[in-house]
């Protein structure tokens, strides 16, 4: 019971984690700037995403520009993109697989059988997480680097956004719903194999 306990809550964070991971990944606030002028129609926030930037004017308006060309962006964008939906789907398909070998549902077949599935799901959530931790951390280091360059103006000067946060939190929760999986399976082959042998094991020895 308490195994199934365990998963149920790596379950609960794991969908929690996937759909920060999502959130962060379709967010444009993974770089903020903030640039108060003296006009009216002077931007005040910028905006940099993954896919697109926005920017919010002082007078309430809000455009967002797609980003078409992948080749003129920087590696390290280039890098989180890939990752980032790498990471989508690891997750998904975590949740899928768990789905199938947690001990509280009535799918996946014997319970060897179902270990191995849960073990599967924990291994795409550990993987999953890794590779969210990856851009996350790789995005924010640019920004700082570049925040404290002093040959850099600060016009171009950026902050790390709520979506680099969102991902970090999501990624930490995907590893830890991955560890508990991957332990709770390692826990039950321990206890089989501490087993003793069944009656008709013993019989069939000493005939």
């Given at each position: 019971?308490?195994?199934?306990?365990?998963?149920?809550?790596?379950?609960?964070?794991?969908?929690?984690?996937?759909?920060?991971?999502?959130?962060?990944?379709?967010?444009?606030?993974?770089?903020?700037?903030?640039?108060?002028?003296?006009?009216?129609?002077?931007?005040?926030?910028?905006?940099?995403?993954?896919?697109?930037?926005?920017?919010?004017?002082?007078?309430?308006?809000?455009?967002?520009?797609?980003?078409?060309?992948?080749?003129?962006l920087p590696v390290y964008v280039q890098?989180?993109?890939?990752?980032?939906?790498?990471?989508?789907?690891?997750?998904?398909?975590?949740?899928?697989?768990?789905?199938?070998?947690?001990?509280?549902?009535?799918?996946?077949?014997?319970?060897?059988?179902?270990?191995?599935?849960?073990?599967?799901?924990?291994?795409?959530?550990?993987?999953?997480?890794?590779?969210?931790?990856?851009?996350?951390?790789?995005?924010?280091?640019?920004?700082?680097?570049?925040?404290?360059?002093?040959?850099?103006?600060?016009?171009?000067?950026?902050?790390?956004?709520?979506?680099?946060?969102?991902?970090?939190?999501?990624?930490?929760?995907?590893?830890?719903?991955?560890?508990?999986?991957?332990?709770?399976?390692?826990?039950?082959?321990?206890?089989?194999?501490?087993?003793?042998?069944?009656?008709?094991?013993?019989?069939?020895?000493?005939?």
């Amino acid at each position: 019971m308490a195994s199934a306990g365990l998963q149920l809550i790596a379950f609960i964070l794991a969908l929690s984690g996937i759909c920060g991971i999502i959130i962060a990944t379709l967010l444009p606030n993974w770089k903020v700037n903030v640039n108060v002028g003296s006009n009216i129609i002077t931007a005040i926030i910028q905006l940099q995403g993954l896919w697109m930037d926005c920017t919010w004017f002082s007078t309430g308006m809000f455009s967002c520009t797609l980003k078409h060309s992948i080749l003129s962006l920087p590696v390290y964008v280039q890098t989180a993109r890939t990752t980032m939906v790498l990471s989508c789907i690891l997750s998904a398909l975590g949740i899928c697989i768990s789905t199938v070998g947690m001990k509280c549902t009535r799918l996946g077949g014997d319970r060897e059988t179902k270990n191995r599935t849960t073990f599967a799901g924990g291994v795409c959530f550990i993987l999953s997480g890794v590779c969210g931790l990856i851009p996350t951390s790789w995005y924010m280091k640019e920004i700082i680097s570049n925040f404290w360059d002093p040959t850099v103006p600060e016009h171009n000067k950026h902050e790390p956004g709520g979506a680099i946060y969102l991902g970090i939190i999501s990624t930490a929760l995907l590893l830890v719903a991955g560890v508990i999986f991957c332990t709770s399976c390692l826990k039950r082959h321990q206890e089989a194999r501490h087993y003793p042998p069944s009656q008709q094991d013993i019989l069939t020895t000493q005939s």
